[in-house]
T-cell receptor, first 109, second 114 residues
Framework: QKEVEQDPGPLSVPEGAIVSLNCTYS??????FMWYRQYSRKGPELLMY????GNKEDGRFTAQVDKSSKYISLFIRDSQPSDSATYLC?????????FGKGTKLTVNP | NAGVTQTPKFRILKIGQSMTLQCTQD?????MYWYRQDPGMGLKLIYY???????DKGEVPNGYNVSRSTTEDFPLRLELAAPSQTSVYFC?????????????FGSGTRLTVV
């Protein structure tokens, strides 16, 4: 079983929609959970970072961690065409970050 | 603040040729990484370094070599290029081993082997 599983999509939504991106992980020892955004032909950039369980909100973005179900989510409210990118989840702890394969999101105007 | 700088941005190699992908960071991070990214396959770790003079293999090290003589630089060497090494290569650095503050990525090198 891979350590971080992520639905590759692609996901296509209309502008203004609420987007939900999800990952599952297998090792409950993980402490840090992150979301990276990668625009086409660019390097990944850190978007959201959470430690342990709970929610973290930053503008239109909310990262959620449910350690009991080993589930991490990223919600995007009022999605914009500029949100079109690939989103990668990642988990960290005492060892190197492990990344999901990424979900490609397209927001259509 | 430049962050992580990779050169070149694009390169076409012929089978059997060699090249070095350059990576420099100006954040004084001890930890540095090389990934390759193929369509639909996510990021695969090639090599990483925990400090100057210390390197270790990742999941896909075959066909590559690295060195780390300074904190700032972490070049990736391809010897005897093969079509299977056609990919986008990303260098990253971090403050902590477990990625507690996240990784900072470069903008990538797009390599084609023909």
């Amino acid at each position: 079983q891979k350590e971080v599983e992520q639905d590759p999509g692609p996901l296509s939504v209309p502008e203004g929609a609420i987007v939900s991106l999800n990952c599952t992980y297998s090792n409950s020892a993980f402490q840090y959970f992150m979301w990276y955004r990668q625009y086409s032909r660019k390097g990944p950039e850190l978007l959201m970072y959470t430690y342990s369980s709970g929610n973290k909100e930053d503008g239109r973005f909310t990262a959620q961690v449910d350690k009991s179900s080993k589930y991490i989510s990223l919600f995007i409210r009022d999605s914009q065409p500029s949100d079109s990118a690939t989103y990668l989840c990642a988990r960290g702890g005492s060892e190197k970050l492990v990344f999901g394969k990424g979900t490609k999101l397209t927001v259509n105007p | 603040n430049a962050g992580v700088t990779q050169t070149p941005k694009f390169r076409i190699l012929k089978i059997g040729q060699s090249m070095t992908l350059q990576c420099t960071q100006d954040m004084n991070h001890n930890y540095m990484y090389w990934y390759r990214q193929d369509p639909g396959m996510g990021l695969k770790l090639i090599y990483y370094s925990v400090g100057a003079g210390i390197t270790d293999k990742g999941e896909v090290p075959n066909g590559y070599n690295v060195s780390r003589s300074t904190t700032e630089d972490f070049p990736l060497r391809l010897e005897l290029a093969a079509p299977s090494q056609t990919s986008v290569y990303f260098c990253a650095s971090s403050y902590s081993k477990g990625g507690g503050y996240g990784y900072t990525f470069g903008s990538g090198t797009r390599l084609t082997v023909v």
